[in-house]
């Protein structure tokens, strides 16, 4: 994901002020980073720090969230999704294995989904100190659009507004 995340950064034209951002230790792990290795949190807290310091707007941040997953995943599962579709899977479909991907992908933190409307959930994610950084909040809508469009015409993501609790964030989805 972190890989995904830099490259976003690159396609936005600011990988250079991202690297400068980077403490030397860090810059020397961040920018050699091999797929599929397992990195220290404290290098994940790293590259959003140097993220939020790049001062992208919330709508930039969103679409690298995007980017993020489509260079990440869409490469990996497009025949599967296209036949998922066809086969009639929603967002309702898939919701039950949110748990399952994110004890895959974490270690710690909780996840909840919960159903608010007919095309609509909340997720409420917490106990990750990532989201206490803006641009890993704002990706993270990104890239739950990037998920819920795969079962669907078109995805919605907003942070729910008001007091937030350190290392959790809610957000509302809703789907066509």
Not at 98 to 112: I, T
Request: hydrophobic share 40%; glycine share 10%.
């Amino acid at each position: 994901m972190l890989l995904g995340s830099q490259a976003a950064v690159r396609d936005a034209g600011r990988f250079e002020e991202y690297a400068a951002h980077l403490r030397p230790a860090d810059r020397d792990v961040l920018l050699n980073m091999v797929a599929g290795t397992w990195i220290p949190i404290e290098l994940a807290f790293a590259h959003y720090e140097a993220c939020d310091a790049l001062g992208f707007p919330t709508d930039r941040q969103v679409l690298n969230g995007r980017a993020t997953f489509d260079k990440t995943n869409v490469t990996l599962m497009g025949t599967i999704i296209r036949m998922a579709k066809e086969a009639g899977v929603t967002p309702w479909s898939v919701v039950p294995h949110f748990q399952r991907f994110w004890e895959r992908g974490y270690d710690g933190g909780g996840l909840c989904i919960w159903k608010t409307g007919p095309k609509e959930v909340r997720l409420d994610i917490v106990r990750v100190p990532l989201n206490d950084s803006r641009y890993y909040r704002n990706a993270l809508r990104g890239l739950s659009n990037g998920v819920f469009g795969l079962f669907c015409a078109k995805a919605y993501t907003v942070e729910r507004p008001g007091p937030r609790a350190p290392g959790a964030v809610s957000v509302r989805v809703q789907w066509a």
